[in-house]
């Protein structure tokens, strides 16, 4: 039993870190989506520090979203790690025995269920495929290759993002989790992207 209750631990504390890293996603992409908005802006010599901006938080968008969706290392925090772990059985039930009393465990399970379809739809298509090659030879690695990486528009990591974000909530759902907190923040994460260049521009204006 004791074993079984740090296995448990060990996955809420992944699933916490998700968390955490869903927020950051959001933080990231709230600031490439809020200053594509503005485009195009017309500001001389400002021109080159903004897109410098924006590539930084894409990049950094992207080196996120490959980490929350991989399934590599057993020591990371990933949705593909900790479906690699209710792969356990026993594991898996011992989450709908502790949390799903009043008759909750038919829907976690369900819920669980969904999770591993759409997990694997998610790093089965193109675009997951297109991102995470991007990712591991331009941003991870810097590799010198025969063939040109594949071209992958932001959307592509958009998209995937909101997967991420489902998938999240799911999880929180299927183990009888409390809701993650970045669907709290999500308002104040655009507040702050909006703050941001407003006073960059509002500054630069001036």
Same mark, same amino acid.
């Given at each position: 039993?004791?074993?079984m209750l740090?296995?448990?631990?060990d996955l809420?504390?992944?699933?916490?870190?998700?968390?955490?890293a869903?927020a950051?996603l959001?933080?990231f992409?709230?600031?490439?989506?809020?200053?594509d908005?503005?485009c195009?802006?017309?500001?001389g010599?400002?021109?080159?520090?903004i897109r410098t901006?924006?590539a930084?938080c894409l %990049?950094?968008?992207? /080196?996120?979203v490959?980490?929350?969706?991989?399934? =590599?290392?057993?020591?990371?925090?990933?949705l593909g #790690? +900790?479906i690699?772990l209710?792969?356990?059985?026993?594991?898996?039930?011992?989450f709908l025995?502790?949390r799903g009393q009043?008759?909750?465990d038919?829907?976690m399970?369900?819920?669980?269920?969904?999770? %591993?379809?759409?997990? /694997?739809s998610?790093i089965?298509s193109d675009r997951? =495929?297109?991102?995470?090659?991007?990712r591991?030879? #331009? +941003?991870?690695?810097?590799l010198?290759?025969?063939?040109d990486?594949?071209?992958?528009?932001?959307?592509?990591v958009?998209w995937?993002?909101?997967?991420?974000e489902r998938?999240?909530?799911?999880v929180?759902?299927?183990?009888?989790m409390l809701?993650?907190?970045?669907?709290?923040v999500?308002r104040?994460t655009?507040?702050?992207?909006?703050?941001?260049w407003?006073?960059y521009?509002?500054?630069?204006?001036?």
């Amino acid at each position: 039993m004791i074993e079984m209750l740090d296995r448990a631990n060990d996955l809420i504390e992944r699933v916490g870190k998700l968390d955490d890293a869903v927020a950051n996603l959001q933080a990231f992409r709230g600031f490439v989506e809020e200053l594509d908005r503005r485009c195009p802006i017309r500001h001389g010599p400002h021109v080159e520090p903004i897109r410098t901006v924006r590539a930084a938080c894409l %990049r950094s968008a992207i /080196a996120l979203v490959v980490a929350i969706l991989d399934s =590599k290392g057993s020591d990371r925090t990933s949705l593909g #790690q +900790i479906i690699k772990l209710l792969a356990d059985a026993a594991l898996e039930e011992f989450f709908l025995g502790k949390r799903g009393q009043r008759g909750r465990d038919s829907s976690m399970r369900g819920k669980l269920a969904k999770l %591993r379809d759409r997990y /694997a739809s998610v790093i089965d298509s193109d675009r997951f =495929k297109c991102v995470a090659q991007l990712r591991h030879d #331009q +941003i991870g690695h810097l590799l010198i290759r025969d063939e040109d990486t594949p071209a992958s528009e932001h959307i592509d990591v958009f998209w995937l993002a909101d997967e991420a974000e489902r998938l999240v909530l799911i999880v929180h759902a299927g183990l009888g989790m409390l809701q993650p907190d970045f669907v709290k923040v999500r308002r104040e994460t655009d507040a702050n992207a909006r703050m941001f260049w407003d006073t960059y521009l509002a500054a630069i204006s001036a």
